[in-house]
């Protein structure tokens, strides 16, 4: 069904044939995890819901992939959170900025960014990702990306800004760049982020700055290796009993 979805995309014109591949080395990272939220990636996500939840703008960015998996769960965690939400592409042509706009705003969206508006550029960044809102991303201090590429993570990082991931590939320059890494498929981390954040939401802020405090993203990263590892060894244990 997941792939159906991005095959879809794919024929309307807002997924690249480039979205098709990378979704192919997600699915073998989520092989590997056992395609569930692991234990490390929970707690991302809880740190990830009291950052956004702290941020003065939070911004959601949206590239084809996740306009095709998860519109209606971004639409719901931008609500949740107060966010907006700004389309911004690697590979950018107008006709598909507005295409993903279009499935954003039927799926709730009442204001969809990054569309007429990409005006701003962020530093040292040479691709197509540079253009950003001067309402969004270009002044937001907590923006959330995923399958996203190295450069615009470590770029959004030098401007100042706490950077959330979602990649499967822990060991991505964007996993390894990012202020808080979520390692999980966007299909399960970011309904499971919604969720987190509105139970979150009545929380006093000392709450929510604790989760932050205490949060490690280089000893989750190392978590995931971990996990991955047992369940390899797991697995290896079982086919040799066979
Ligand atoms: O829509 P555009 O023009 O912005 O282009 C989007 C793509 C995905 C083509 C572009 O951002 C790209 O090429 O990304 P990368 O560099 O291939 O990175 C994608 C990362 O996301 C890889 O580390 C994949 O393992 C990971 N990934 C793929 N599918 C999923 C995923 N992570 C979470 N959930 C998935 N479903």
New binding site residues.
Partial sequence: M?REKLVEGFHEG???P??L???G??????YLIGEKTIEPAFKAIQAAAAALLLAKHPVISV???VAA?VPGDVVRLARAVNAKIEV?????TEE?VRKIAEVLRSHGADEVLGVDDATATIPELFS??RRASPRGIYIADVVLV?????DRTEALRKMGKTVIA????PL?R??LAASITIV????R?VPKLAEVASSLSSQPRELLEGILRSYDNSKIIAEVLEHICQRLRELSSRMSKR
């Fill in positions: 997941i807002y997924v690249v480039q979205g591949i990378a979704h080395r997600g699915e073998c990272f989520d590239n084809g992939n998996l911004n592409l690697f590979y950018r598909r197509e990702r995923a399958l996203e590429d190295g979602i990649d499967l590939n991505s964007t996993s999980d498929n966007v299909v981390a």
